[in-house]
């Protein structure tokens, strides 16, 4: 029997159970596909990585990292083994701060009698998050190689192939901020098609091409137009509503929490998105939340982000995008955006969990005007990466986590899916059967407005 097979027979060819947590052995779930194909395909296209850019790391690094990239090559490959064997997990072996959490956590998932979570068997948003967890642990272990993220290449790489889609965005956010007379209607007009941007940024994700970059050619705005008909559901004007009664608050600071997802152009349309809101005051100040270390191949890192500004700012070969860099850099530069990369957004739990196991994480976001929800993985963890009938409120799926006002923006990757009207999902299922799981749709939901 090979180790693909022995996985197969491990599983159920049935769909996942409704109302309760994803679990990779339900074959005609999301989460087998990606347990058992793209994800080590994405830990294999790492390694493959490593060793094609080995003269550049040893320049970097030094003739002694070889052992290193001999010794990150090994666990990546010891970490496919596991999962397709479906081995039970192992305890994380790095001084990094948050390994005790990590090794608490799979204490918690053990049976009494000790017996460890295997791959196949166990809630699917702890145990994708383990891969990419173990990842990481392959390269922090080593010598040389402790903070080398082996996708940021990829990640900058996919930032240049989308330039002509910035520049004509970056041309109409600066026609817009030079004017001096830009009319209430206008703003109302146009901050749906803001925000349909950094949602449609949604699509380019690295993660689903094992690294490979997304080129992204078309006008953003254009897009946002041809693309409404695959809006699932479209809750934007109760936030633009929202957003015009508060410019008639005297509120001194509001504060606008952006949760990230992929860097790259994605990142790019946050950051427009985060000018237009400041300029035209309807926030006053804005937090980015990205990742403490490298995660899900694409997700923006504190390295990302400064990178992505400095290259738009001084690389670009449009002026345009400079002008808009230099402003990024200027809001930076007076405290009124500033990058967070808090360690919860790299553990296993969903976000109903912060209140009781970050509450200081949670009191932060309570401080919030509005909070905006980036990318697949972030809402499966608002709702609680459970598979809910499709009719189920987004207010109800995201239960207890209620800091403040939530704005999410999501193209649907994975199979959780919640909020739709009835008999949707089963009318788009008879003509695109995957449909929950290609990028191809979106969902704009909101929570406290």
């Not at 209607?185 to 997304?214: E, F, M, V």
């Not at 936030?239 to 009664?245: E, G, I, M, P, R």
Request: some cysteine; glycine content about 4%; overall charge negative.
């Amino acid at each position: 029997m090979t180790i693909e097979s022995k996985l197969f027979n491990l599983c159920i060819d049935a769909s996942p159970p409704r109302n309760e947590p994803l679990v990779a052995k339900y074959m005609r779930s999301f989460a087998f596909p990606v347990l058992s194909k793209l994800s080590p395909f994405n830990i294999s296209k790492t390694g493959s990585y490593l060793s094609a850019n080995k003269d550049v790391i040893l320049q970097k690094y030094g003739a002694e990292a070889e052992n290193d990239i001999t010794s990150v090559l090994e666990k990546l490959d010891s970490l496919i083994a596991d999962i397709l064997s479906n081995s039970p997990f192992r305890e994380l072996s790095s001084d990094n701060i948050d390994v005790k959490i990590w090794n608490k956590i799979l204490d918690d998932f053990s049976d009494q009698d000790g017996s460890r979570p295997t791959w196949v068997y166990t809630n699917w948003l702890y145990t994708e998050c383990y891969i990419h967890r173990r990842i990481f642990e392959a390269f922090e272990t080593s010598t040389f190689l402790k903070n080398y993220d082996p996708f940021y290449e990829q990640k900058m790489k996919a930032l240049s192939h989308c330039e002509e889609a910035m520049d004509i965005l970056g041309k109409f956010l600066i026609k817009y901020f030079n004017k001096n007379d830009v009319q209430l209607k206008n703003l109302r007009d146009d901050l749906p098609k803001i925000i349909k941007c950094a949602l449609w940024g949604n699509r380019c994700d690295l993660s689903q091409t094992g690294g490979d970059a997304i080129a992204q050619t078309e006008s953003p705005l254009d897009l946002v137009e041809s693309l409404q008909d695959l809006m699932l559901a479209d809750e934007s004007s109760k936030v633009v509503d929202f957003l015009f009664a508060s410019l008639n608050e005297s509120k001194d600071n509001k504060i606008l929490d952006i949760i990230l997802d992929n860097a790259g152009y994605e990142l790019f349309t946050d950051l427009c998105l985060a000018d237009y809101l400041v300029t035209y005051k309807f926030v006053n100040t804005v937090r980015f939340h990205g990742k403490a270390i490298p995660w899900f191949v694409s997700d923006v890192t504190s390295q990302d982000f400064t990178a992505t500004i400095n290259c738009i700012a001084h690389t670009s070969k449009s002026e345009t995008l400079k002008e808009l860099g230099k402003r990024w850099e200027g809001y930076f530069k007076s405290g009124q955006w500033t990058f967070e990369s808090e360690q919860f957004w790299t553990l296993p739990f969903n976000f109903g969990q912060m209140k009781s196991l970050d509450n200081e994480l949670y009191s932060k976001l309570s401080e919030s005007f509005l909070i905006i929800s980036k990318g697949d993985l972030n809402y499966r963890k608002l709702v609680g990466d459970i598979f809910w009938e499709p009719t189920v409120p987004f207010t109800q799926a995201v239960g207890s986590f209620k800091p403040s006002k939530l704005l999410a923006l999501r193209t649907l990757k994975s199979d959780i899916t919640c909020g739709l009207p009835e008999g949707l999902a089963e009318h788009i299922s008879k003509n695109d059967p995957d449909w929950l799981k290609i990028g191809k749709y979106a969902v704009i939901h909101v929570d406290g407005l």
